[in-house]
């Protein structure tokens, strides 16, 4: 089932790796959803870090999935696939995916979320990529309590300021890294009880003060390799590093062993990306159970940083990769250019 549709969609693509001008408009056919999908008319998307890494060349999509960029979206089911039983054409849903960057995308009807109650479209399409890599991490690999401390790095991104919401949810202290004094200002106005200037001040320090040389129980760490051994020291007893990027040049970083054995630590790491449907649905499940409602009480809000219209998306790539945004980078598919 679906409504009237054109023929031929645009879609943002990075056929050339390069910096931000490599993120190009094409023209491609509407895709048509199979058994168990929906086709989308996309309202909104986002602009994500495996977007820009994608564009370099250095993270191709998973086997069999569409070269288009974007890891979610918000729009309007405009089609049915075969027993897809739940959903009807009109509703208004938000999505993880891949190649949301398009006025239509089809998406299995198991990754699909309905837009919370009072949010717009450019609000839903900054939630689904970011909280879902927040509560895997925080909720489900990481079992975070409610009497735990938590450090966020990379606070002011667009993952960072859901997991720093999503921490303070749950009731647990957060600290968290920026690099800037507005960017930290902004940590704290969302839930984080320490914000640290990584430009001025040591986090490894400042958390021993903050924990008075306790350590924290939780890190989230965007940052990777550069990070590694100083947030080995900076966990408590029994404490857990999970590891969700990497921004260094090199990927290697070394490990006291010593320390981890003294302190009976534990590193996780994980992407969320080339996981299997079947692996994404438990996830999307998780958020629609624990997290939907904390928009609706008001718990969580969308932290949204710019809006570009999908023609300027090598724009919105340079304002992600330079590091000044706080939040979330949204493309508008109903503005113009």
Request: net charge negative.
């Amino acid at each position: 089932m679906t409504t009237s549709l054109p023929t031929e969609m645009r879609c943002v693509i990075a056929p050339d790796p390069g910096g931000p001008e490599a993120a190009v408009i094409a023209h491609r056919p509407v895709p048509r959803p199979r058994a168990g999908e929906v086709l989308v008319r996309v309202r909104a998307s986002s602009v994500s870090r495996p977007d820009t890494i994608q564009r370099q060349g250095l993270y191709p999509p998973p086997p069999g999935a569409p070269d288009v960029l974007g890891l979610e979206l918000a729009g309007e089911i405009a089609g049915l696939g075969a027993d897809v039983e739940d959903w009807q054409v009109g509703d208004q849903v938000c999505a993880l995916t891949i190649g949301g960057n398009a006025d239509f995308c089809v998406v299995p009807a198991a990754l699909l979320l309905p837009v919370p109650d009072g949010l717009t479209m450019l609000e839903a399409a900054s939630l689904p990529e970011n909280l879902c890599t927040a509560w895997d991490a925080i909720v489900r690999r990481g079992h975070v309590r409610g009497d735990e401390t938590v450090l966020v790095h990379g606070g002011s991104s667009g993952l960072g300021s859901m997991a720093i919401q999503l921490a303070t949810a749950l009731g647990a202290s957060v600290a968290t890294t920026a690099g800037s004094e507005a960017k930290t200002a902004f940590c704290r106005e969302l839930g984080a009880d320490l914000a640290v200037n990584y430009h001025d001040v040591d986090f490894l320090e400042a958390v021993k003060e903050w924990t008075s040389g306790r350590g924290v129980d939780f890190i989230v760490d965007l940052v990777g390799a550069d990070y590694m051994q100083r947030n080995l020291q900076a966990l408590a007893l029994d404490g857990r590093l999970s590891v969700l990027a990497n921004l260094a040049e090199d990927s290697v970083a070394p490990v006291d062993l010593r320390v981890m054995l003294r302190r009976r630590l534990t590193i996780k790491a994980a992407t969320l990306k080339a996981r299997s449907v079947e692996q994404k649905a438990e996830v999307i499940r998780g958020l629609r159970t624990d997290v939907w409602p904390l928009f609706a009480s008001g718990a969580m809000k969308p932290a949204i940083d710019s809006v570009f219209p999908l023609g300027e998306v090598a724009a919105a790539h340079a304002q992600l990769e330079s590091s000044q945004h706080m939040g979330k980078i949204v493309l508008d598919l109903t503005a113009e250019v």
